[in-house]
């Protein structure tokens, strides 16, 4: 069994920057994708970034050029998603997501099978 746990959610200030964690406990073996999802209140969750267990990653849009999302070098269960230049359109609650198959540039949350409990991102001055 596959356990998901995200940290590092808080109140930050337009054009700041936040540092998300997810940690996989339990055994992510061959081919998978671990990835970030949002949802914002009244809206449907949307994919924000994704790796995948060969290296590579895509990103939304909306996201490209500041988000990042990395897997820890030193340790191979702890997953970052960086967040720079942050807008008041990234509020949301963060989900961290993990199942076996390859992410390109278009996947849904239906693809993934584990879930985080979430953690609340708030831009606001």
């Known amino acids: 069994e596959v356990q998901l746990v995200e940290s590092g959610g808080g109140l930050v200030q337009p054009g700041g920057s936040l540092r998300l964690s997810c940690t996989v406990f339990g055994y992510l073996y061959g081919g998978f994708c671990l990835g970030w999802f949002r949802q914002a209140p009244g809206k449907e969750r949307e994919g924000v970034a994704v790796i995948n267990s060969d290296g590579s990653t895509f990103y939304a849009d909306s996201v490209k050029g500041r988000f990042t999302i990395s897997q820890d070098n030193a340790k191979n269960t702890l997953y970052l998603l960086q967040m720079n230049s942050l807008k008041p359109e990234d509020t949301a609650m963060y989900y961290c997501?993990?199942?076996?198959?390859?992410?390109?540039?278009?996947?849904?949350?239906?693809?993934?099978?584990?879930w985080g409990q979430g953690t609340q991102v708030t831009v606001s001055s």
């Open positions: 997501a993990a199942g076996w198959v390859y992410c390109s540039g278009a996947y849904s949350p239906r693809d993934f099978g584990y």
